[in-house]
T-cell receptor
Framework: GIQVEQSPPDLILQEGANSTLRCNFS?????LQWFHQNPWGQLINLFY???GTKQNGRLSATTVATERYSLLYISSSQTTDSGVYFC???????????FGKGTRLSVIA | NAGVTQTPKFQVLKTGQSMTLQCAQD?????MYWYRQDPGMGLRLIYY???????DKGEVPNGYNVSRLNKREFSLRLESAAPSQTSVYFC??????????FGPGTRLTVT
């Protein structure tokens, strides 16, 4: 099945800094999603982005399907951005999303 | 509109006991999923239901059974709990395999 790798595994930022999280996947995808798990454990869907670029406030995501990677950009980070960011990918209609192991982000005031 | 709800929030079981985790969604989604999350392992799919009346195994189905009771409800059963099943369990749903929406999770400890 498809392999999903995220980098870096851990990231510490000063409040106000920008960051880029990367997701590499091993096969073509028809479904690529980014999630945020807050420190209380709740998982929130950020983007459904199998290709192209999307923006939502300070967050944006780009998937380059032909090169098998996706990037999540966080600008002007805030302490509320802390948590774990997961990328998940699916490469056929028969196999549901496979999750990466996540990037743990800590934003310090 | 409650989204995805799960019960219970916490549970402690003794080895060999059985229990059922309940999940319901009010978004009229076709697909529903059960995941477990262990430290450092990300989320791993246990079972999923692409539509009412169908269920399929995921990556880690051993020791679990599921029932898609109707379009809204998808339950996960542990017939004989083992300490290796100590984990946080998440239910999720999606419309036709696009954005997935997660419930708040159930923290299960098996002693």
């Amino acid at each position: 099945g498809i392999q999903v790798e995220q980098s870096p595994p851990d990231l510490i930022l000063q409040e106000g800094a920008n960051s880029t999280l990367r997701c590499n996947f091993s096969d073509s995808v028809n479904n690529l999603q980014w999630f945020h798990q807050n420190p209380w454990g709740q998982l929130i869907n950020l983007f459904y982005i199998p290709s192209g670029t999307k923006q939502n406030g300070r967050l944006s995501a780009t998937t380059v399907a032909t090169e098998r990677y996706s990037l999540l950009y966080i600008s002007s980070s805030q302490t509320t951005d802390s948590g774990v960011y997961f990328c998940a990918a699916e490469n056929s209609g028969n196999t549901p999303l496979v999750f990466g192991k996540g990037t743990r982000l800590s934003v310090i005031a | 509109n409650a989204g995805v709800t799960q019960t219970p929030k916490f549970q402690v079981l003794k080895t060999g006991q059985s229990m059922t985790l309940q999940c319901a969604q009010d978004m009229n989604h076709n697909s529903m999923y059960w995941y477990r999350q262990d430290p450092g392992m990300g989320l791993r799919l246990i079972y999923y239901s692409a539509s009412e009346g169908t269920t399929d195994k995921g990556e880690v189905p051993n020791g679990y059974n599921v029932s898609r009771l109707n379009k809204r409800e998808f339950s996960l059963r542990l017939e004989s709990a083992a300490p290796s099943q100590t984990s946080v369990y998440f239910c999720a749903s999606s419309r036709d395999r696009v954005e997935q929406y997660f419930g708040p999770g159930t923290r299960l400890t098996v002693t």
